[in-house]
């Protein structure tokens, strides 16, 4: 009989050690994370002034409110934020929706978004004040301007 219950307790403790390894990745680990936004900006890493991005933006917020975003920055929904798949945090953008003409000024402080053919996600008052909360995602112009 304890040849045959062994294995299985071997088996049992190999699950429960790999398990461990197993689990979400710690936000450290999370692409763009910075623990102390302040020496990320020291680093004089800039996006190219002038430069444009067209493609389809939204916004997000009710969920993430109060979360750390990828920057180490407390996420505030009613900031004029957003989150871009690489450019570096700090980065200030004028993003114009094309379809209105109506502009806003955001700055980048998370990474994101994930949904595909997407290129910005905007705090929820930055969406609002280009009217995105009425039609949830429009084509953008996004320009660096600092």
């Known amino acids: 009989m304890f ?3 062994f294995p ?4 049992v403790c190999m699950v ?6 197993a689990g979400k990745a710690s936000i450290s680990a999370r692409k763009g994370f910075v623990r102390n936004p302040e020496k990320h900006y020291a680093s004089k890493e800039k996006a190219e002034i002038g ?3 067209t493609g389809e933006a939204s ?3 009710p969920g993430f409110d109060g979360k750390q ?3 180490g920055e407390i996420f505030d929904q009613d900031d004029m934020t957003c ?3 690489s450019l570096p945090f700090g980065t200030k953008l004028k993003v ?3 379809d209105n003409g109506k502009s806003v000024v955001v700055r980048v402080n998370d990474r994101g978004p994930y949904v595909d053919g997407r290129i910005l996600d905007l705090s929820v008052a930055a969406g609002k004040k280009i009217g995105l909360d009425k039609v949830g995602h429009a084509t953008v112009v996004a320009t660096v301007i600092e």
């Open 3 to 5: 040849k045959m219950k």
């Open 8 to 11: 299985v307790v071997l088996l």
């Open 16 to 21: 429960l050690a790999l398990s461990g390894c």
């Open 51 to 53: 430069m444009k991005i």
């Open 59 to 61: 916004y997000y917020g």
């Open 69 to 71: 975003t990828a920057s």
């Open 83 to 85: 989150a871009h798949k």
């Open 96 to 98: 114009v929706r094309k």
